[in-house]
Each structure stands twice: as C-alpha cells, then as structure tokens.
C-alpha cells in the first residue's frame, strides 16, 4: 500500500503543478483528497492488510494526506494571489490621465435673455418685479379696460381653468395693476419678467408658453418720448446697434396711444420667410401711454399721474438675436439645440 500512496502522491504533486485556476483546483482536489478521491480508494484496501501492517500505513496514508492538503493550500494562496493581482492589472487607473470633464448644465437661453434684459433696464432705472402666472379674469383682463364680452377678449385666446374667474395670465400686463395698488402714491419704473400662456395654435412664431417683460412707468410729466427714448435704447443694446427697428401704430385697449416696435428679420434679411411672414419684420412688443381707466383701477389719478407701458416677447428677442428660425425649439428640450448657447 505504502507503494501506491509514493506513485499516487507522486502523481497528485505533477498534476497540481499543472493547474492554473481555482475551478481547476477544485477539481483536483476532489479528484485526490475528496470522498471518494484516489487517497479515498487507496484506503478503503486498508481492511484487507494483515493487522500488524495496518498501523504503519495508516500512518503513511496520513502522512500523504497531510502533505497533499499544505500542497493544496499552497497552490490556492499562489493562484488566489495571481487572480488579485491580474485584478489590479485589469483594473488599474492611470491618474496621469487627463480627467474626463463633467457634463454642465447651463442657464436656458429664454433665462438668458432675460437676465439680459433684466440687467439692461437695471441701468435705466428699473427694477425687477414678479407677479403670478395664474391670475383673476379681473386682473387680467377687466382692470386692463377689457370688459366681459368686450371683442378686444379675443386678442389674447385664453387657458381658462375650472375655476371660475381664474385664467392662465395671456401676458404680464396684470402685475402693472397689481404693482399700482401696491406702490401707490409711488413714483413706479419697473420690469415685470414672466412665463404667459396662451391657448394658441403652435408655429414658428407662436408658441402656446411664453416670456414676457412688461415695463412700467408711471410718475408725473412721463411722455411718449420717455417711452421711445427707453426702448430704442434697449433694441440698441440687445442687438449691439445691428438691427434696424420701426414703431408701427396698433391698439390694446390698457394703452392709448398705442404702437408696436417691430425688428428687422434677421433669418430672411428682410426678403421674406415664414418667421416674418414675409414682411422682413418681426414684431417684439407692444406699448403705450397707460390708459386713464388703468391708472384709475391702480389708484392714480390720471389727472395728475402719466405713465407709459409695454410688453415685449422674450422668445422673439431672443430669435432675432441668435437667428433662430422656429421658436418650437425653446421648449422642445432638445439638449443639441439648447447646448449651443452659453
Ligand atoms: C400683449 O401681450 C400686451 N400685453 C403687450 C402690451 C403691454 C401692450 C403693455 C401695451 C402695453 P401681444 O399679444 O402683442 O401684446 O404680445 C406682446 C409680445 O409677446 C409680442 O409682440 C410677441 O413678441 C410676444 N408674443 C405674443 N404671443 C406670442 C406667441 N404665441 N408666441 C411667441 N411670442 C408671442
């Protein structure tokens, strides 16, 4: 017996030798020192030796298992190392690279434009002053000289909500009311900036979401060139003296008299396209001397108070600006648009 534990051990040491990973490994211990293993086998003949020779190779069966297993375990600690080690390889990390930049985000270009606009008027003397998006019929429309029923109503198409008299703001020319009877006997030079809903048919130049920045002055002795004095100012500063403008006739019934300013297109250079519905001209606001009625609703006395509004489009601005040619994309969320600006 002692014969074959010399080849069997002789034989398990060559094979151990030869594995090279841990399922390998495995194996090879099943196959040698497991249940019914090779030492397993050589042993089960123990019975059939005569007695007296039983003890000495007991002891050398012992002996062979005993060496096997520190072999095994041997084997196990180099490869195990060898593993980690090849882990490390794999995962190592070069910090001599060049790291890779995180993605920013950035203000969206609306928000620029506003900030702009917001930083232009600061000069003038105007301060920034916020009102909400959602607004009373009263508001909105009947302080503003817009009656129930009044066919001016249909100007503005209106997200009305289930509450009654409680609309979506069509502009932000409810927070000069508002302003009015906060600030009153107050002289007032203010911008209101804000988002205006309107129930609209989508286009390249309607969106049914919007900004808005209404202006608002009202002291005493302002005049219709106080107005025209501020806002060509403004077009000569958001467009750096690159676009040409005009101030054209119109009505709102919260103004009299009552214009728009309009850009030249910049998308069409004035030929025609579908931005500028092929006049060459875009509008971008609309303004006016405040009417009596609206100074009246805001607590000023028409008699001795004056003041002059307007309500410029953000969105539009901002096309002319960067000759944007659909204002759908605003709003679309399309980072490959949005990523270009800023
Ligand atoms: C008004 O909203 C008036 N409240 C403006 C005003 C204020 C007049 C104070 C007098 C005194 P209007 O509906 O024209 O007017 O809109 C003003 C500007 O908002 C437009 O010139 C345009 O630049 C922008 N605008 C209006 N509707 C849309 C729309 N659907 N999509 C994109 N821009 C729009």
Redesign the pocket.
């Known amino acids: 017996m002692q014969e074959q534990l010399k080849s069997m051990e002789a034989e398990a040491l060559a094979r151990l030798a030869e594995v090279q990973d841990l399922t390998a490994l495995e194996e090879w211990r099943t196959g040698y020192l497991g249940r019914k293993g090779r030492l397993a086998q050589i042993l089960r003949g123990l019975g059939q030796l005569p007695p007296e020779a039983r003890p000495a190779a007991g002891q050398a069966a012992n002996e062979v298992k005993r060496r096997l297993e520190a072999a095994f375990e041997a084997r196990r600690g180099a490869l195990e190392e060898a593993a980690t080690a090849a882990a490390f390889r794999a995962e190592q990390v070069d910090v001599t690279l060049p790291g890779r930049p995180p993605a920013l985000g950035r203000l969206h270009l609306s928000t620029q434009t506003l900030r702009e606009t917001s930083a232009i008027f600061a000069h003038m003397g105007f301060e920034a002053y916020e009102t909400p998006e959602v607004e009373t019929d009263e508001l909105n429309f009947q302080a503003l000289n817009i009656p129930p029923h009044h066919p001016a109503r249909d100007?503005?198409s209106t997200f009305y909500t289930d509450r009654e008299g409680v609309v979506l703001r069509?502009?932000?020319?409810p927070g000069?009311v508002r302003l009015m009877r906060e600030r009153y006997p107050a002289e007032i030079r203010a911008i209101l900036p804000g988002k205006?809903y309107?129930y609209?048919q989508v286009s390249a130049?309607?969106?049914?979401q919007?900004h808005?920045v209404?202006?608002l002055a009202v002291g005493r002795n302002i005049h219709m060139s106080d107005l025209k004095g501020v806002l060509v100012a403004f077009a000569q500063q958001m467009f750096q003296g690159m676009r040409r403008w005009r101030f054209r006739g119109s009505y709102?019934p919260?103004?009299e008299p009552?214009f728009?300013m309009d850009i030249e297109c910049v998308l069409c250079g004035g030929g025609g396209c579908r931005v500028c519905k092929y006049s060459g001209w875009v509008?971008?606001?609309?303004?006016?001397m405040v009417h009596p009625v609206v100074l009246q609703n805001g607590g000023y006395d028409p008699a001795a108070y004056s003041g002059f509004?307007?309500?410029?489009?953000t969105?539009?601005?901002t096309m002319l600006k960067y000759g944007i040619d659909d204002?759908r994309y605003f709003f679309s969320n399309n980072p490959r648009f949005l990523e270009q600006f800023g």
């Open positions: 100007m503005w069509t502009h932000t020319s000069q205006v309107r609209e130049r309607y969106e049914f919007l808005q209404e202006g709102f919260f103004t009552s728009e509008e971008i606001l609309g303004a006016g509004a307007f309500g410029m489009g969105e539009r601005i204002i």
